[in-house]
């Protein structure tokens, strides 16, 4: 099957219009490594917190959560933030 980003992005949007966790986390690393989209470790934070605080309101998620702040994604958000002020530092 031939790879067709712009159909996987449609897609992942119709899940992300669900408020699902995953398709989120997903679309965070498309703008962290810029598949698909522009490169923005600001947009892929927004994202990677918003799936990580939606996976903490999902009750079978919660459970299967064992992670310190109990959200799915909390490794996530920590990589991209530590990113994000790396950048930040950068730009200064």
């Known amino acids: 099957i031939p790879t067709n980003i ?4 449609e897609y992942n949007q119709r899940a992300i219009d669900l408020d699902s966790h995953p398709a989120l986390s997903n679309r965070a690393a498309c703008y962290f490594f810029g598949l698909g989209v522009d490169k923005d470790i600001q947009k892929a934070l927004e994202l990677a917190i ?3 605080d939606l996976s903490k309101a999902n009750r ?4 299967i ?3 310190d702040g109990g959200g ?3 490794k996530l958000v920590n990589m991209i933030q530590a990113e994000f002020e790396k950048q930040a530092k950068k730009n200064r």
């Open 65 to 67: 959560a064992t992670k």
């Open 6 to 9: 712009t159909t996987a992005l």
């Open 60 to 63: 079978f998620a919660g459970i």
């Open 50 to 52: 918003k799936a990580n």
């Open 72 to 74: 799915m994604y909390d």
